[in-house]
């Protein structure tokens, strides 16, 4: 069992810049990718970003340059470090891990709202 709790979201201006936060507790150990995702209004839930144990990136087209993901170690909390803020970017959004078991079980957190707005 893993939970996650994220932070930082809140409004910006375009142009802006925000740092996203997401801790896991528990099994935390037993995770081997993270992510962020995000949901705009009346839109589907997107990747933005994910990192692996082994400290692999993949971005979203739409972020590469602008947004970055990190994490220490495993015991950290996982950031999404977001520059260059748009409209666009304005959504929901959710810390993602899936674990290494057979099953590549997934936990979600409850998400945090960025809004980018003048």
């Known amino acids: 069992q893993v939970r996650l709790v994220e932070s930082g979201g809140g409004l910006v201006q375009p142009g802006g810049s925000l740092r996203l936060s997401c801790v896991a507790s528990?099994?935390?150990?037993?995770?081997?990718?993270m992510g962020w995702y995000r949901q705009a209004p009346g839109k589907e839930r997107e990747l933005v970003a994910l990192?692996?144990?082994?400290?692999?990136?993949n971005y979203a087209d739409s972020v590469k340059g602008r947004f970055t993901i990190s994490r220490d170690n495993a015991k950290r909390p996982v950031y999404l470090q977001m520059n260059s803020l748009k409209p666009e970017d304005t959504a929901v959004y959710y810390c993602?891990?899936?674990?290494?078991?057979?099953?590549?079980?997934?936990?979600w957190g409850k998400g945090t709202l960025v809004t980018v707005s003048s």
């Open positions: 990192i692996t144990s082994g400290g692999s990136t």
């Open positions: 528990g099994s935390i150990f037993s995770i081997n990718v």
């Open positions: 993602n891990a899936e674990l290494r078991d057979p099953g590549r079980t997934i936990y």
